[in-house]
């Protein structure tokens, strides 16, 4: 009797060792378990982190808010939305334009945008200062030329370069190794200022036509290289103008769209040829946030046209640190465009 009862006593002891070790090696196999899955877990976001270092969800305006943008022009190549900008780099306190190279973004969605390293900088132009202004950034053919207004070394006043590449995030290299256009060619001189913010476009028939200015709106003819005039330098005639033409073609009808009166608003004028007659339609944009200056791109993308301008809405933000911004634009049954109207949600994501 006492061995049944010690055997039954040993019996249950091993069960409980057997049941105790049990129980350690599978909570030792949860705790590696456990840890691999947050090391796996970890790791992955590290790699998502590296993955989209470039990439910005940007939810409103300005749609790039950790450095100052302004001037934007843009272009839609493989069904993705490019915008170029300048790059206003003023310190705090200091009121003044310091701009010396130009910046691109991309996006699918226009809502994510994706930085790339700059693609051009003022003194990529040989035979300028340095000092950047705004510019226009087309395709041909195949390939991508970016005007820019720049200083000119000779001391002479700003004047217009082009540079080319065979990317759209460049790099970009000076087409012409000289300016296309320099204050000693213009029919009518207004002050050293008067080549800024170049825009182009090549028509139906293939035809380039380049609008730019300072005051006086001037325009000319390029050549099928699109690094030439071809013929002279024209001058239009335009209620308050500034700066900042923009020029686009929709179902016919020209648009010139550019900086009116100071501060700065946007004005536009339409026609059915471009040497015009050209027919003022008013306001299209007002004075936008804290910045006198204003330059608009327009664009359509899947279906949707956008208005792409630049205000003083980020900290610290102003007249010379801009930040660049999207709103939608709309056009009336008779080609007109309605008024702008900014706000800081800024658009949703494009399907």
Known sequence: MIALFCYRKLRLHQ????????????????????????????????????????TTLIIGNPIIKDKYTADPTALVHDDTVFIYTGHDEAPVGTEKYVMNDWLCFSSKDMVNWTEYPSPLKATDFKWSNGKAYASKVIEFNGEFYWYVAVNH????????????????????????????????????????KAN??????????????????????YYA???????????????????????????????GWYYLSYGYQMPEKVA??????????????????????????????????RGKSYFIYHNGALMNGGSHRRSVCIDYLYY????????????????????
Not at 224 to 248: M, S, V, W
Not at 269 to 292: H, Q, T, Y
Not at 332 to 351: L, W
Request: overall charge neutral; some cysteine; glycine content about 8%.
């Open 153 to 192: 070394a000779t001391g002479s006043g700003s004047a217009i370069g082009v540079a080319k590449s065979k990317y759209p995030t460049g790099p970009f290299v000076d087409a012409r190794g000289s300016a296309l256009i320099t204050i000693d060619m213009l029919p009518k001189f207004v002050d050293e």
């Open 332 to 351: 009336n049954p008779d080609g007109t465009m309605k008024r702008v109207i900014m706000t800081s949600e800024g658009v949703k994501q494009a399907k």
């Open 221 to 251: 003819k390029l050549k099928k290289n699109l690094i030439e005039l071809d013929g002279p330098i024209k001058t239009l005639q335009l209620p308050g103008f500034e700066e900042g033409a923009n020029i686009h073609k929709r179902n």
């Open 15 to 54: 069960l409980a060792e057997k049941e105790r070790n049990m129980r350690l090696t599978i909570i030792l196999i949860s705790l590696f378990y456990w840890e691999s899955f947050f090391q796996t877990l970890s790791f992955g976001n590290k790699k998502a982190i590296m993955q989209q270092t470039d």
């Open 196 to 217: 800024l913010d170049p825009t182009v476009m090549v028509d139906d028939n293939g035809q380039a036509y380049i609008f730019w200015g300072h005051k006086i709106c």
């Open 268 to 301: 536009y004028v339409m026609s059915r040829n471009i040497d015009g007659p050209w027919e003022f339609k008013g306001i299209l944009n007002e004075i936008a946030g804290n910045c006198e200056t204003n330059r608009a791109a327009i664009l359509d993308f």
